[in-house]
């Protein structure tokens, strides 16, 4: 059987492929061998739109004799997927390849005195449960990871039905993974501003609030992991989930893509009213001046017209109009030194960006970004075996957010009114210097594959914020309450982080191994120091190694985002209140941001200047893996995160004589747990079906940082409380596949059932009206399906004229209408209490590709 190496080999393999694949050979033979006069030789190639294409930059391993008796030797295949092991003594060698987004592959070759032998490879692409698959290669459980992740290459995200072909929207079909009612992902029981988003191992987020903000073309895109369990220590700087994306190197033959070229118009009342979507995307590259040299672009545009329920037409419309550019390059400095560049361009423009059922157009805030992030990887291999990468990444990011006007925000029991009260503008820069060095493998009871490195990371800012009154309403239209701002000023910080890890794959022997590690971690704003031990154990007994057995444990630290560091910036806040005859009830109060620390005393003496600490989890995972049958995978685990010292901001009164505190307290905690049964099969010869069950439980402090500023703040800010959060999905069943039909159809369906979203019943005065988030929408459930044919062209004059392709196809989200609402009037003194509206509409559309 074959297993997954573990997570810090998976890494090493992605880092090689990622800067290696204009292709060079790299031989690490043994050259003291006089009379080694054997040869292994082959090529690798993986099966892409049906056929058989060679792959560059794939590392292939050699390991000679039984046990450990000989150190494993490795190469590179080149531009045409060739890869060639000389001078090899008469042996019994094993060969493998274990590629990020593709099966790992063993198998085993007897090489006799003066022998050559041909062995050609063919990988499999793998799909989001395929990575807990028991593999039917011969290998031994040193390969399996101790955490395995959930991956989507990049024909899945080109198949599946997608509601938009964003890298983020392919995210939910992970176990595990939820898309809140406000867009927002939630990993692993945590926010994503708590995970991390990795492009080509390089922090790729807003470098003010963490959130995943910077999109990649999914054309550039090779595979999307996401780990709930990243226990290797290579991974750090979050405290939820890891996503990690690995881009398509630049191609060694020229090729061209243009897809989704088709433009969708609406239609009212039997008249065009406009263009509802346009997402034209375009793809080409090849070398420079010969195969040393390679480049790619990948380019798509996107202007969209989201309607959403409950609004009145034409004013009912979320405008998105913005490109993304990615561009990447490859040299071949020697054949044993790769160095890549690439570049990333992404403005984006979203008008009446949070509007919904209950906020119209003229109460929404606008949205706008632009930025660049640039990055440089180089690479070179050691005769030994060692690999030493030094890579840097240079982040723009600038955004802004405003109102539709300067107009009161009104905030009444039946919705939002006037016009959003926040404005705001940033402007960040982040720098990291990300070195890392694999030693070559190490004899000591075993085999060792140890890897060290660090990280570091500069981030800055510099902004303001601007905010006008908010007025809360009766149902009367009386002034309840009216909350005024003040100290409408500069925005402003910096943080730098530094952080090195050592890690350590222990291959005991065929049935047992362990990966240790840990990660310590300096920052200027948060925890001076701090060490993150971890530990993962994969065990396959007996002899037909059908079972893994995984246990994995360790620590996380988070960083301290910079729009923590900035809090006590923020406009202050000043509160009034009103009778029913408008009079008010006592002088306002106001409050002061200010972070509070910990410790003992009034609160007033615990005020600090910034953040002396940072969020850190605990997380642990057992999981056991079972192959059923030659065509049936049971993946069944448990896991546990706590996570403490999380930001949450809190309003208390009377801290300065009849002034309040608007408190940061890093005192929030969450605790997830889960439960999750996947299970993989192919039912008939052509089709593969994933279906995965999971309950989970998601506890924890509401007044997060997140919950209360991103995207956008909130209007009202109420005390802080623990309970059930808003990404609490207790059971939830998703499922998903391929099939194949009759006449060249191909059918990609995925099914989403669960548990509704929780919410809270509020007052007049947006308190809690009972037990917070007590209440949920109806059950949740979409039957979403692609279906489409390839026809090929045969071009005259064309180099490749059998490979061009035409796709056409069609694709429905909420097949079925099911009314998934959004929104709820959860306001006690509104009429329509307890009534759900805005529901999310079925979307059909057409696909329309061209290319290579």
Same mark, same amino acid.
């Given at each position: ?95 493998? @390849? ?173 008249? =065009? ?11 080409? *590259? ?6 040393? %040299? ?23 419309? &979320? ?62 291999? =050691? ?21 539709? *006007? ?38 000591? %009871?075993? +085999? ?67 990966? %240790?590690?840990? +990660? ?113 995978? %049971? ?29 940061? =307290? ?24 994933? &279906? ?25 800010? +109420? ?9 609490? &999905? ?19 369906? @995925? ?102």
């Amino acid at each position: 059987m074959a297993f997954r190496r573990n997570q810090c080999v998976s890494v090493l393999l992605t880092l090689v492929v990622s800067a290696s694949a204009a292709g060079a050979r790299v031989q690490a033979t043994q050259e003291n061998q006089q009379s080694a006069t054997g040869t292994i030789r082959g090529a690798v190639t993986a099966l892409h739109q049906e056929q058989q294409r060679p792959l560059e930059g794939i590392q292939v391993e050699l390991k000679g004799g039984d046990g450990d008796s000989q150190p494993a030797v490795a190469t590179i295949t080149d531009s045409e997927g060739r890869y060639e092991f000389s001078k090899l003594p008469q042996d019994k060698y094993t060969l493998r @390849v274990n590629q990020q987004g593709f099966k790992p592959f063993a198998q085993s070759i007897l090489l006799g005195a003066n022998q050559m032998s041909v062995l050609d490879i063919s990988l499999i692409l793998d799909t989001v449960v395929e990575n807990v698959e028991v593999k039917e290669q011969t290998t031994s459980v040193s390969s399996e990871s101790s955490s395995p992740a959930s991956t989507v290459n990049n024909a899945q995200l080109e198949t599946l039905p997608l509601a938009q072909q964003k890298f983020r929207d392919a995210l939910p079909l992970v176990p595990g993974v939820i898309r809140g009612l406000d867009g927002k992902l939630s990993v692993r029981g945590t926010s994503e501003n708590q995970g991390m988003l990795e492009v080509d191992s390089a922090k790729t987020v807003d470098p003010v609030t963490g959130s995943f903000s910077i999109p990649v073309p999914i054309d550039a895109i090779q595979t999307v992991t996401v780990d709930k369990t990243p226990f290797s220590a290579e991974n750090g700087g979050f405290s939820g989930g890891l996503t990690r994306i690995e881009t398509i190197p630049p191609p060694s033959d020229w090729f061209y893509k243009v897809k989704d070229f088709n433009v969708s118009l609406r239609g009212k009342n039997d008249h =065009f009213v406009g263009v509802s979507q346009a997402t034209p995307r375009v793809s080409f *590259g090849g070398p420079i001046g010969g195969r040393k %040299l390679n480049f790619s672009e990948v380019f798509e545009y996107d202007v969209r017209r989201d309607p959403v329920r409950g609004l009145v037409w034409p004013h009912n419309e &979320i405008k998105t109009q913005g490109f993304n550019s990615f561009t990447r390059i490859q040299a071949i400095l020697s054949p044993r030194h790769l160095l890549s560049a690439d570049i990333n361009v992404f403005p984006l423009r979203t008008e009446f960006a949070n509007i919904s059922a209950l906020v119209p157009q003229i109460a929404s805030s606008d949205y706008n970004q632009k930025g660049v992030s640039a990055g440089i990887s180089d690479l070179h291999s =050691f005769n030994s075996g060692a690999l030493l990468n030094i890579a840097v990444r240079y982040t723009r990011f600038d955004s802004n957010a405003h109102g539709q *006007g300067s107009a009161d925000m009104v905030i009444n029991p039946e919705g939002w009114s006037g016009n959003f009260f926040d404005s705001w503008t940033r402007a960040a820069n982040q720098f990291e210097a990300y070195p890392t060095f694999q030693f070559a493998p190490k004899k000591w %009871l075993g +085999r060792h594959e140890l890897k060290i490195g660090a990280d570091v990371t500069h981030r800055s800012y510099s902004g303001n914020s601007l905010s006008h009154p908010v007025q809360l309403l009766r149902q009367d239209g009386t002034l309840a309450e009216e909350i005024r701002f003040t100290n409408n000023g500069p925005l402003n910080a910096s943080a730098t982080d530094v952080e090195e890890f050592i890690q350590d794959q222990w291959t005991c022997n065929e049935h047992l191994a362990i990966s %240790l590690g840990g +990660r310590f971690t300096s920052e200027t704003v948060g925890r001076v120091a701090a060490f993150a031990p971890r530990l993962g154990v994969a065990y396959s007994p007996g002899n037909n190694q059908k079972t893994i057995f995984r246990v994995g444990a360790g620590l996380f630290y988070d960083h301290v985002s910079l729009l923590e560091a900035s809090f006590a910036r923020n406009p202050m806040r000043a509160l009034s209140v009103f009778d029913e005859t408008g009079n008010p009830i006592g002088t306002p109060i106001l409050y002061y941001n200010a972070y509070v620390g910990n410790g003992t005393g009034p609160l007033s003496s615990r005020v600090q200047s910034a953040p002396n600490s940072s969020p850190r989890s605990f997380v642990g995972d057992i999981e056991i893996d079972r192959q059923l049958w030659s065509a049936a995978t %049971l993946r069944v685990s448990w896991l546990y995160s706590q996570t403490r010292d999380l930001f949450i901001v809190n309003p208390v009164p009377d801290v300065f004589g009849s002034d309040g505190l608007l408190g940061l =307290f890093n005192t929030g905690t969450v605790n997830y747990h889960e439960f999750e049964a996947t299970l993989h099969f192919r039912p008939v010869r052509h089709a593969d079906l994933n &279906i995965s069950y999971v309950w989970s439980r998601t506890r924890g402090d509401l007044n997060t940082v997140s919950n209360i500023f991103l995207q956008f703040e909130q209007p009202v800010i +109420r005390p802080n409380v623990s309970g059930i959060l808003p990404s609490d &999905i207790p059971n939830r069943v998703v499922s998903w596949g391929t099939f194949h039909l009759p006449w060249s159809l191909t059918v990609n369906p @995925v099914v989403d059932v669960h548990t509704g979203f929780p919410y809270s019943n509020v007052d007049v005065m947006q308190n809690y009206a009972g037990l917070p988030n007590g209440q949920r929408f109806p059950a949740f459930f979409s039957f979403d399906a692609q279906i489409y044919r390839d026809f090929r062209l045969h071009l005259p004059f064309t180099e490749h004229g059998s490979r061009h392709k035409v796709r056409v196809g069609l694709y429905s989200i909420n097949l079925t209408n099911h009314g998934n609402f959004h929104d709820v009037y959860n306001n006690d003194a509104s009429p329509f209490f307890g009534k759900f509206t805005g529901f999310q509409r079925r979307v059909d559309g057409f696909i329309l590709s061209f290319g290579d």
